[in-house]
C-alpha cells in the first residue's frame, strides 16, 4: 500500500480531494459535500464535471460515450454497471450522454456510439466501440492499465 496522494473527483459535488493511496478501499469521504467518494456505480456527467473527472482524477476514469436514443448504448448499460462495481475502488467509470452534452464529447472525435475510453490524468489511453458485456468490460479495461 501507498501514502502517496491521490486526487479524486467527488461523484456528487465535482469537488477535487487529496486521499491517501492506501485510503483509496477504506470508503473515502468527500471533504466537501461527506458523500462517499468511491460509487462503484457509473456516474452521469455533464459538460464541467466531465473536464474535472478526466482532467483531475489521478484513478484511472472510464467513460461511456452513449445517447438515449442509441439501443446499444441501452443495452450495455447494465453490464457497464456491473464492471463498475468489479473495477472498484481504482477506477471510476462515467456516462457521458452525447446528445445533451456534443460540446464535451466532440473533442473526443466520437463517431459511433457507445465508444469506450480510458483516460488517466486527463491522457487517453484507449478506446474502443460497441456494445460489450461486463467481463469483457472489465478484461478490456485491465488490459489498458
Do not use: Y
Amino acid at each position: 500500500m501507498t501514502t502517496d496522494k491521490l486526487h479524486l473527483v467527488c461523484p456528487h459535488c465535482h469537488t477535487t480531494n487529496r486521499i491517501a493511496g492506501d485510503q483509496l478501499g477504506s470508503a473515502p469521504d468527500c471533504g466537501s459535500c461527506h458523500q462517499p467518494l468511491i460509487t462503484a456505480e457509473p456516474v452521469e456527467l455533464d459538460g464541467p464535471s466531465f473536464a474535472r473527472h478526466v482532467q483531475r482524477s489521478q484513478i484511472p476514469v472510464v467513460v461511456d460515450f452513449w445517447a438515449p436514443w442509441c439501443g446499444p448504448c441501452r443495452m450495455m448499460a447494465p453490464a457497464f454497471a456491473q464492471a463498475a462495481r468489479e473495477l472498484a475502488p481504482g477506477v471510476q467509470l462515467v456516462k457521458l450522454d452525447t446528445e445533451a452534452h456534443g460540446a464535451a464529447a466532440a473533442p473526443h472525435g466520437i463517431r459511433s456510439i457507445p465508444t469506450m475510453v480510458v483516460f488517466k490524468q486527463g491522457r487517453e489511453l484507449a478506446r474502443i466501440s460497441g456494445a460489450m458485456p461486463a467481463g469483457e468490460i472489465v478484461r478490456w479495461v485491465k488490459s489498458v492499465l
